[in-house]
């Protein structure tokens, strides 16, 4: 996949309810701490309406969608960076991944014990944050007393890093996440090379109860006030509404959404928003064979995503034929666009934008 974000939370706040939820894995959720062991990873096909307009369109053999990858991993405790709980385990899978889901618990059930006996959101995200900042910590001083010693020999790329790492560690110190701090493109190139656990983006889920699936309760606002604190996005789901609604039949489901007055479920927000957290754009590539959507990030250019589709694409690239997805709806067809002399020619300077729809020119 090359995209994933990491499920993260305190022991027993439904992270694996909602994993179980987004894909077929099977994560065990149960009423005690470290159920999850290993991480757990689900493909998840993205939701995108556009998808349905050109498969009607074109009615291909194939209809395929872009996807993301939810890794599940087990719940951290304070003293994680001690290596209390499973936490080493837990941390080092968290460094590979390229965003995190902070699941929160936004509900109160004396049958779902909580690992602090009593339910506190800005508590327990404040806990998780913490533990993942002690252990930065310990990268930083690790990596900072390398880089200063080789400073000291003349080597300036060594001394530019050091003095970055300083400037991490202070923050850290102060109790400021990594991803807080103000970079250059080649500083936050050499933070995403120490694979910093605060320095990557971040997401809350509020995990609701059945009464409160429009998150009105106060402790949904403490939620999306640390989330506007950080400038992070946050997002209201119910795990057991969620369960039921991915239980049920594809047909039934519509219905059972309009009983509980819901547009849409809220796993199609939690994987559009991180979509989004990544920076990903979708691009399509249409015909009677197969419509099929792809992921890039948002400022690639066409080479790199005809080698999405195949690296000879990449390599052998002359140009793509663009339009632009509202543009081809509007005419009805390539062929329709072609007539028009509206479809762009664009070379290898040329940026995607989400919803470009590409047929690509290459040599072999």
């Known amino acids: 996949m090359g995209f994933n974000c990491g499920i993260i939370g305190l022991p027993n706040v439904g992270k694996s309810t909602i994993f179980n939820a987004l894909s077929s894995a099977g994560a065990a959720a149960s009423n005690y701490p470290f159920t999850t062991i290993d991480p757990n990873v689900g493909i998840v096909p993205v939701p995108d309406a556009r998808l349905d307009v050109l498969n009607n369109m074109y009615h291909p053999k194939k209809l395929t969608s872009t996807a993301m990858e939810f890794v599940d991993i087990a719940g951290l405790v304070k003293g994680a960076s001690r290596g209390e709980g499973l936490g080493n385990k837990f941390l080092a899978n968290i ?189 399509f590539t249409t015909g009677e064979d197969e419509v099929k959507a792809w992921t890039v990030k948002d400022g690639t250019k066409a080479p790199q995503a005809a080698g999405k589709i195949h690296s000879d694409f990449e390599k052998g690239f002359i140009r793509a034929e663009v339009i632009a997805y509202d543009e081809l709806v509007k005419l009805g067809s390539w062929n329709a666009a072609k007539e028009k002399g509206v479809l762009r020619q664009e070379g290898k300077e040329y940026v995607v934008k989400d919803g470009d729809c590409m047929l690509f020119k290459f040599n072999v």
């Open 95 to 283: 460094r590979e991944v390229d965003a995190i889901v902070h699941v929160v618990r936004c509900f109160e059930d004396p049958d779902v014990v909580h690992v602090d006996g009593s339910v506190g959101p800005k508590r327990d995200i404040e806990t998780i944050e913490a533990e993942l900042m002690l252990a930065d910590l310990d990268t930083v001083e690790k990596r900072l007393f390398r880089k200063q010693k080789d400073s000291k020999g003349g080597d300036k790329a060594a001394k530019a890093e050091a003095e970055l790492l300083e400037r991490v560690k202070g923050m850290l110190e102060k109790g400021v996440a990594a991803r807080r701090g103000t970079y250059t493109p080649e500083e936050a190139e050499i933070l995403r090379n120490n694979f910093l656990l605060t320095d990557k983006p971040v997401l809350y889920v509020a995990n609701v109860s059945e009464d409160d699936l429009e998150g009105k309760s106060p402790m949904v606002a403490e939620v999306r006030k640390v989330a506007a604190e950080e400038g992070a996005g946050a997002v209201v789901i119910c795990g057991k509404v969620e369960s039921e609604i991915a239980a049920l039949p594809q047909e039934d489901r519509k219905a059972f959404l309009e009983d509980l007055g819901l547009a849409e479920p809220g796993l199609d927000r939690l994987i559009m928003a991180g979509y989004g957290l990544l920076g990903l754009i979708t691009f």
